[in-house]
């Protein structure tokens, strides 16, 4: 079994029009280096020019990434990362 990563339909050109896939890893960060593999501008999407998480909320089993462990957030078999980028409005 793996982890499943869920994205929005807004954003499903990130995964070549996917919204959900399975990943490999030890980490939310692995389970992000393992589809970024097969989709190289993942990662441009999700982090900025310093490696922080840019414009997107990830959660892990419905808790942000923010209340946990962040990208080191260990993960295990049947886990769920769900993205959902930011909105700003006014």
Do not use: Y
Not at 10 to 15: I, M
């Amino acid at each position: 079994m793996a982890v499943i990563i869920r994205i929005p339909g807004s954003l499903k050109h990130w995964l070549d029009g996917k919204t959900e896939l399975s990943c490999q890893g030890k980490c939310v960060f692995d389970c992000i280096e393992d589809l970024n593999e097969n989709f190289p501008s993942l990662k441009s999407h999700l982090f900025d020019e310093n490696g922080n998480i840019s414009d997107i909320l990830i959660f892990l089993n419905g808790d942000n990434l923010r209340n946990l462990d962040g990208l080191q957030t260990t993960v295990n078999d049947g886990d769920e990362i769900s993205m959902i980028p930011l909105v700003a409005g006014g």
